[in-house]
């Protein structure tokens, strides 16, 4: 009975380093406390108005929203706000974002409307610090060079905003340069992971990168959490959830979580 004791102990020690999130202040929790966030912006699901378009946070800052938007690189450096690693979807053009140089990308149109991929910097401009940002970096082949990239746009920013990443390198780099950052950790249920290895999707699902990045929230999505993921939210991590949408129980999400990410209704702004 002892030893099994000592075992249990040395188990809930173990699960206490690995999983266990890092601290945040009160201000940072103010910042994304009961707000609701459009999901890369407030598109429309017929597409007239596309994701990730600056019309969509134009919309989103208009309704009091937080926003939620995807930064990754051109093939020439640029910093810009698109989700897809491919063009293919949005775009109809076939081909990764940074094989094209911003130039190249600007010339094409989001959802076939006469609206284009913008530069982070200009939805800096739209937003104009009137609402909290959650910026999710892109994983990549030059994740440093978008770190440091996003970094410098963002120092230059007057206005509230945190990040996020499904990747713990990025969040971990987050950690190591600008901790007094609000940082997360992005994640679903393992089984989602499709296309990637089996283990790698059971470490990412279940957060088993926690102890490289120390992630200060958690942005978890549609699937079961996993007991690692709720003992990291016992241990005090944010609980952010993603995508909320008219067919789940809202009220429910609202509940359960510190921030909603949410597309194609419309809520309150707030909710705490």
Request: charged share 25%; proline share 6%.
């Amino acid at each position: 009975m002892q030893l099994f004791f000592v075992i249990a102990a040395c188990g809930l020690l173990l699960a206490w380093f690995i999983l266990r999130p890092g601290r945040f202040s009160d201000g940072q929790r103010r910042m994304v406390s009961g707000v609701n966030h459009a999901h890369r912006g407030l598109h429309t699901k017929d597409k007239t108005v596309p994701e990730n378009s600056l019309p969509a946070f134009r919309a989103a800052v208009g309704h009091g929203y937080g926003v939620e938007l995807d930064i990754q690189l051109s093939k020439d450096g640029q910093v810009v706000v698109f989700h897809d690693d491919t063009l293919d979807r949005v775009c109809g053009v076939h081909g990764r974002v940074d094989a094209f140089t911003f130039d190249e990308l600007r010339a094409m149109r989001l959802c076939g409307t006469e609206e284009t991929i913008p530069l982070l910097t200009e939805v800096f401009d739209v937003i104009g610090g009137k609402t909290p940002m959650i910026i999710e970096l892109k994983t990549g082949p030059r994740n440093d060079e978008l770190c440091e990239k996003g970094l410098a746009l963002m120092r230059a920013y007057n206005g509230p905003y945190c990040v996020e990443s499904f990747d713990p390198r990025i969040v971990r780099w987050f950690r190591k340069n600008a901790p007094d950052i609000l940082r997360g950790q992005l994640a679903d249920e393992p089984r989602s992971y499709e296309g990637q290895p089996k283990l790698l999707g059971l470490a990412m699902g279940c957060l088993l990168m926690n102890f490289l990045a120390r992630p200060q929230f958690i942005a978890y999505g549609p699937g079961k959490k996993p007991w690692t993921v709720r003992f990291a939210e016992a241990m005090g991590a944010l609980r952010v959830c993603w995508t909320v949408r008219p067919s789940d129980d809202i009220a429910a999400k609202q509940a359960e979580n510190d921030a909603v990410i949410f597309e194609f209704y419309e809520p309150e702004p707030k909710y705490l």
